[in-house]
């Protein structure tokens, strides 16, 4: 059994203007197959990946939004989100999707996915990673 | 003899919308696309500078782009209207230029 490691994708882009936000998502779903402890940290425009109420239709974009919600099943069950990004951009933790998971070491229970820290905090958890991967 | 200026880059990610509004001139429009529509909420870091720089300038954001962002017409600034693609056209033939702030 190889080490396993943490890995870190950090998002700092807003979701449609540029191919960032999706690309990172492709990654993180690949990683996931690798059996690595992943977690994705969300500061600066890439907080707005998160809001909800996302509709592509007319903009003839594809909505991955919904995306995030699938995460769990990949035991991707850590979402790192800025509030300094949130507070100001005008948003708050009720502008953005409510991602859960299922915690199979307490019964499956439905827990929250996203993790609000503050900017000290968001250093933190950058500094206790093995691989930082940035979008 | 008004200009329209679009700008399609988030506020919160570089300098473009500040610098279009102080680039403009009375009887203006600014249309705001893409990651521009982040700079037409209320609320934010940015929403008194916006406000404040739009004085005689007319602020316009495209629907399309508001909806796929998940952004609610009811979070848009005092005096910003929402247009689709028909008044996107009318904006561009009603002034006598249009420049693409990218």
Known sequence: MSEVKKFL??????????????ESLEVVLIGAAF???VSMAFLDDGVFQ??????TKE?????FSPTFRALGDYEVTKLYVEQESLDERG???????????????????????IIVVSRAGMADVMADQDVVLSF | MATLHTVNKSPFQNQTLLSCLQHTKSGDAVLLIEDGVYGATKGTALSDA????????????????????GIDVAKLGKDITSVDYAGFVDLVADHDRTQNWL
């Open chain 1, 91 to 113: 948003l708050t933790l009720d502008d953005l999707q409510d991602i859960q998971y299922e915690d199979e070491d307490d019964d499956y229970a439905e827990k929250p996915s």
């Open chain 1, 35 to 37: 059996d690595q402890d």
């Open chain 1, 50 to 55: 998160l809001t909800k109420g996302q509709d």
């Open chain 2, 50 to 69: 916006v406000t404040g720089l739009s004085a005689g300038v007319k602020l316009y954001v495209l629907g399309s782009d508001l909806a796929a962002r």
């Open chain 1, 59 to 63: 903009a003839g974009l594809k909505n």
């Open chain 1, 9 to 22: 994708y950090v998002n700092r882009k807003a979701p449609y203007g540029t191919i960032y936000a999706q």
